[in-house]
């Protein structure tokens, strides 16, 4: 199908940091270009992305995690039974994409890693599509006691029964062996017939940005002076302890240096302030052309920002959100592809942050790894992902 004049599609990405809503927003945007309407449903800063792209947009009840003052998890006020089985708002989420979606009345509902509006287009009987990088998230806990194995079972059990109540269910990953969410992809073989790996969601592959020389240039960028791209993503709570850390480090930076740190707020501008080496942007319209044109990545350990890095080339230097065992777990697979660095954050210190740009810089085992991959077939998530909803709408 060409055309989809007429369709209606319901987006609903979870709203805890922008990677749900990153990698939503392409697809509705290739959809609204063959004449079809769409929606979306999300909550906390993933409202005010979307909106950047002039997407109509609902702002539903949220959901989330809290975190203590370094942007770990904090485990005393959170746990996933309270993010996930919080019953009252939970409910008041089901109900919220029920209306919503009988008030627009889709032909099918592309839910990225909610479960309220996976119910709701269960009971509404409406086709439903899931993406997710995380089937069965290991839970943090300080003490693993036997009440807390019963409950984390339960919890993960009916989990990962709710996912299967999708249609489908689309891994936006790696195919075997580059697999980066590896760690929370323990799917049982019952629900194997519904999985499919498609690759990254990239909105625009490398060969489709001319020209990066403009960036490094604007920059100050010289001959023989290196370019490091500090992209901030996450939920606030993870980014600011983080932001804190290092803006201190990258001004004191030696000249060969060239920092440039989005700091991830959506509406804070796009006006950059330098800072000796140091170049913060509040928010940077089109990423993909500062990854293109930097010669490392230093990010958080989010699963998009990891695919991307990989998918442009770049050798990256991970620092995981304190206590994220998902984080956890892409930072070591991409040390294990040999593509990328990982650091905890308590160790983030001037000296100890510089040796490390230093020796994955000058090392060119990185290089040739990323090189090694091949990357046409990994980056073909959004017109994968694309054909598989054309499909389930054209039946």
């Known amino acids: ?47 005010d992305y979307i909106q950047k792209y002039n997407l109509p947009v609902m702002n539903a009840p949220s959901l989330e995690m809290e975190n203590d003052p ?3 998890i904090d485990l005393k006020a959170t746990t996933l039974g309270q993010s996930f089985i919080a019953f009252p708002t939970f409910y008041r989420q089901v109900r919220f994409e029920i209306q919503a979606m009988q008030y627009f009345e889709p032909d099918l509902v592309f839910s990225d890693t909610r479960l309220s509006s996976i119910y709701a287009a269960r009971l509404l009987k409406i086709p439903c599509l899931l993406l997710l990088n995380q089937f069965l998230p290991r839970i943090p806990r300080e003490k693993d006691t036997i009440f807390f194995k019963f409950m984390d079972g339960t919890i993960l059990t009916i989990l990962g029964r709710s996912w299967a109540l999708s249609n489908l269910l689309i891994i936006p990953d790696f195919p075997q062996p580059y697999t980066i969410s590896l760690d929370s992809l323990r799917i049982p073989r019952r629900y194997g017939v519904k999985v499919q790996l498609v690759g990254s969601i990239l909105s625009q592959k490398p060969e489709e940005i001319p020209d990066s020389n403009e960036i490094r240039t604007r920059l100050g960028v010289k001959k023989g002076e290196y370019l490091i791209y500090a992209t901030m993503s996450g939920p606030r709570a993870e980014r600011i302890p983080i932001i804190n850390i290092l803006e201190p480090i990258f001004t004191r930076f030696p000249k060969p240096y060239k920092v440039v740190m989005s700091l991830g707020i959506p509406n804070g501008g796009t006006e950059p302030v330098q800072i000796n080496q140091l170049t913060k ?85 990185y290089k040739n790894n990323l090189e090694q991959m091949n990357l046409e077939d990994l980056r073909s998530g959004l017109e994968n992902i694309f054909n598989l909803i054309a499909s389930y709408i054209a039946q």
Not at 9 to 24: D, K, M, T, V, W
């Open 1 to 47: 199908m060409e055309s989809f004049d007429g369709t209606r599609i319901y987006f609903s990405p979870c709203g805890i940091g922008l990677g749900h809503a990153s990698r939503s927003v392409p697809l509705a945007q290739e959809f609204v270009k063959r004449g079809s309407d769409v929606l979306f449903s999300t909550y906390h800063e993933a409202v």
């Open 70 to 72: 370094t942007g770990s």
């Open 281 to 365: 942007i509040p928010w940077i319209e089109n990423r993909f052309e500062y990854m293109k044109a930097c010669d490392l990545v230093i990010s958080r350990g989010g699963h998009e920002t990891i695919l991307q890095s990989i998918c442009y080339q770049k050798p990256s230097i991970i620092i995981p959100v304190p206590k994220h065992p998902e984080q956890y777990g892409n930072a070591r697979r991409a040390m294990e592809l040999g593509v990328a660095q990982a650091v905890h954050q308590r160790d983030i210190k001037y000296d100890f942050l510089l040796d490390k740009v230093k020796k994955i810089l000058e090392n060119k085992d």
